[in-house]
């Protein structure tokens, strides 16, 4: 009666789904729609953005990237029953789940996918605005392009495949017969180590009897000059020298089996205790494991090929940075260029105009920076450098802007109107 009901219950359970027990996801719990969800799911956000001058309304959404993740689930379910001295029933079930990432991507291209889905959040949930968005945009992808450069210069992170193991077991009872065999091998692993340190303690006394035999021999000729020895006295304190390293070196060896004798004892204490509790229990055990070896590549090089790696890498880096962070210029122009009043179109003229006078100073003299390092002149006038590409643009925005700033506006670091 009772193995039969037992059979319906195990029956029952073994048609449950267990990604039920395995999977989290929970409502956000605000006007923005969205989900929590585990490594094997992805993350979407949407909500309703209205626009301040039409009042029409759009759908943001936030989709993010894909995790490149894989998991290995393992359950199992074992019960028993005794009779008749005593009825008793057991039930045991064990579920386990083993993630393991498995993207093979650079830095640089795991960067340009964050950062962009970090953007979109803040854009979303109104921390930044559109033109602060499209600024991040630019200013990621300018240093994705250095990332990748630096990368095929100094060698990019390689993956190696990953490999995902899991076991999952269910016992009742009868794990008391694997217990006793751990018990078994750590104790014979005990015994082991310990006839090995014994061997270690016979050795050490053997050479400590040495050494005492050959101190004491040449315990007169320590004072002595070495001039002054002979070629005898010469290698008897040789011979002790030699005999006080191998006596170092035993006590080292005992030293270390001992700590190693200590260990598979406490192996020996936990196998007895997990022994004792594996007796008449029901026991359900999971393991799950996965390896994900990395390397780098590389390849031999000569010290002048990794000067100019990194002389080519501070370039890069200077010249990324630059662009992507001294970009008030470009800001500005898009502000201006969205602006939807004569009111605020008059406000940021004289602003644009001078950020772009200041951005042509400053082309004019990194222009000037690099004429210098190429030519080794000391002095650079500036008509010198006006066929420089960042001096030709940088003075092409100045003009323009400088053609349509309102006659009579204050120009923010000017004296004088232009």
């Known amino acids: 009666m009772w193995m039969s009901r037992l059979a319906a219950l195990a029956a029952v359970l073994s048609l449950q ?27 979407l956000l949407m909500n309703t953005k209205i626009g301040d001058a039409d009042g029409k309304e759009w759908k943001r ?10 998991a290995s689930l393992g359950a199992s379910l074992g019960a028993s029953h005794s009779t008749p001295v005593g009825s008793s029933s057991q039930l045991s079930a064990a579920i386990n789940e083993s993630a393991a990432y498995v993207g093979l991507r650079t830095q640089s291209i795991q960067l ?26 630019r200013r990621f992808q300018a240093q994705v392009v250095g990332l990748l450069a630096i990368e095929q210069l100094t060698g990019a992170i390689a993956s190696q495949p990953i490999s995902v193991h899991t076991n999952a077991s269910a016992l009742t009872g009868g794990g008391a017969n694997a217990e006793a065999d751990r018990l078994v091998e750590a104790q014979k ?14 050795v050490h006394d053997e050479a400590q009897a040495s050494f005492h035999a050959l101190d004491q021999q040449s315990a007169p000729l320590k004072g002595k000059e070495e001039s002054a020895l002979s070629e005898a006295e010469k290698k008897a304190l040789a011979d002790t020298k030699l005999a006080q390293d191998e006596l170092k070196k035993a006590h080292r060896d005992v030293n270390l089996q001992a700590h190693l004798v200590e260990v598979y004892q406490e192996a020996v204490e936990i196998a007895e205790s997990d022994f004792k509790a594996a007796k008449g229990r029901t026991a359900a055990s999971t393991s799950g494991y996965s390896t994900a070896p990395m390397r780098i590549a590389s390849r031999p090089v000569s010290d002048r090929a990794v000067e100019k790696v990194a002389d080519a890498v501070t370039n890069i880096v200077k010249t990324v940075f ?16 969205a602006s939807t009043s004569d009111v605020e179109w008059s406000r940021l003229t004289p602003v644009c105009f001078s950020v772009a006078v200041q951005d042509y100073k400053a082309a004019v003299i990194e222009a000037k920076e690099d ?23 940088t003075r092409a925005v100045r003009d323009a802007l400088q053609s349509i700033v ?7 670091g000017s004296s004088t109107p232009p």
Do not use: H, W
């Open 17 to 43: 789904g267990c990604a039920y027990f395995t999977t989290y996801k929970s409502d956000l719990g605000s006007p923005t729609t969205g989900v929590s969800v585990d490594i094997k799911q992805r993350m």
């Open 61 to 70: 959404i936030c989709v993010e990237p894909s995790p490149d993740a894989l």
């Open 112 to 137: 340009m996918r964050d950062a962009m889905y970090r953007a979109c959040e803040a854009y979303m949930s109104g921390a930044i605005g559109n033109d602060d968005y499209l600024f991040l945009q």
């Open 189 to 202: 692993n005990l015994a082991q180590q310990q006839a090995r340190l014994d061997e270690l303690k016979a």
């Open 322 to 337: 630059s662009g992507a962070f001294n970009d008030e210029g470009g800001r500005c122009l898009r502000k201006l260029y």
């Open 371 to 393: 004429v210098k390092r190429k030519t080794g002149a000391s002095e650079v006038d500036d008509a010198a450098v006006q066929n420089d590409p960042r001096v030709q643009s």
């Open 406 to 412: 309102p006659k009579g506006a204050a120009v923010p």
